[in-house]
């Protein structure tokens, strides 16, 4: 008969194994050689602080998770908090989502945040016409579809899909559109349009590509006030110069320019300027516009009753001999074929004539020089 403290011995020895199942602890200390560990319908958890630890391959299909943080999805996505990491397309991590989110492409080899994409070696920003490309190759940045700034061209510039570029270089900076072109150099300035140009520098102003015209007829000038302002001068007031008309038809001119026999005098003189005869009362009009420098007597007598036309420019015209007071004052603007007064006879004259002349710049010159060819 057995001994029934051995019995009760077993039975507590029986209790501590039953105990030691109970707690999951069956397996410590054991390993498993060239073989397999399968739980069926099982769960593996590791409590109490323990711990994961081995060497070799991790291989995992499906879904699931790692203490809450980590969490591999269907397809090898692995998910890190708002982190994606996944095997797709190259490879592929993506942090965040929406506008924010961040996007690194192995396969495109391509990082975007939201609406900022940096693909080979180009950055862009935005979508659409108002996209902004900066390409780190060329050095370019393109603005939308109809602007670049390139760095290459003219010392750079900001090219136009017109054709058109502001730009700057060594030598000057410029705007060009077509056919138009502004330059600004250090000391030179160049207005360019179609073969017209206005070049202000530092010894002065030239135009060039001016179109000529044939009569100053309604032709307005540009002068510069004591000021320096510059103002337009209106057609009848005058000019700088330019051509005249002939005050009476030169058909009746009876006496020219140059040396002649002085009438009633028997002395050989230098007729200054050209005679023209004409009735007693016959209109004489103004050779061109300008403004009357004097309208009135000569005191000294050989004029008469006569009226000095300052044209501008050093242009002057005398009309001599008339028969009365003229018909303009002295400071009046005249214009192109306005009546100045009479053919008459007053001063040294013997007969009703105008004696006509033109001074340029002080000097009197053969009038025919500045009157349309007859």
């Known amino acids: 008969m057995p001994n029934l403290n051995d019995v009760a011995g077993w039975i507590d020895d029986l209790k501590r194994q039953v105990a030691r199942l109970k707690s999951g602890a069956f397996l410590e200390n054991a390993s498993v050689t060239a073989g397999r560990l399968r739980f069926i319908g099982g769960l593996l958890k590791l409590d109490s602080g323990a711990t994961l630890d081995g060497d070799g391959t991790f291989r995992w299909r499906g879904t699931g998770s790692i203490a809450g943080d980590w969490e591999v999805l269907e397809g090898g996505v692995l998910r890190v908090g708002n982190v994606l990491i996944s095997p797709i397309g190259g490879g592929r991590i993506m942090i965040g989502a929406g506008p924010n989110g961040i996007i690194l492409d192995g396969g495109a080899g391509s990082l975007t945040n939201g609406n900022v994409t940096i693909e080979g070696g180009k950055a862009t920003f935005g979508t659409g016409s108002n996209r902004v490309v900066v390409d780190g190759a060329s050095g370019q940045v393109s603005v939308g579809t ?7 061209t003219d010392g750079g510039a900001v090219l136009f899909s ?22 600004v150099g250090d000391a030179l300035a160049t ?43 209106a057609p009848g007031v005058g000019g700088p110069g330019g051509s005249l008309s002939w005050p009476l038809p030169p058909s009746t001119v009876t006496d020219e320019y140059g040396p002649r026999e002085s009438p009633g005098e028997g002395a050989s003189t230098f007729h200054e300027g050209i005679d023209f005869g004409a009735p007693n009362g016959t209109p004489i009009p103004s050779a061109g516009s300008g403004t009357v420098e ?52 007053t001063g040294t004259s013997f007969g009703n004539h105008l004696h006509f002349e033109v001074e340029v710049d002080g000097v009197r010159v053969n009038p025919r020089t500045k009157l349309p060819a007859a």
């Open 146 to 152: 109809s602007m670049t700034l390139d760095p290459s």
């Open 162 to 183: 017109d054709g058109s570029k502001l730009y700057s270089n060594t030598t000057a900076i410029g705007v060009r559109k077509g056919i138009s072109a502004l330059t």
């Open 191 to 233: 207005l360019l349009s179609g073969g017209k140009y206005i070049t202000v520098a530092d010894d002065g102003i030239t135009f060039g590509g001016i179109r000529e015209v044939t009569s100053t007829d309604g032709v307005k000038w540009l002068g510069i006030t004591t000021s320096g302002e510059v103002v337009m001068v």
């Open 294 to 345: 004097f309208a009135g007597f000569d005191s000294a007598g050989g004029y008469g009753y006569y009226v000095l036309i300052n044209h501008g420019g050093g242009l002057k015209t005398r009309y001599a001999h008339m028969n009365g007071a003229p018909a303009v004052t002295t400071g009046s603007h005249v214009a192109r074929g306005q009546i100045l007064g009479e053919v008459g006879n």
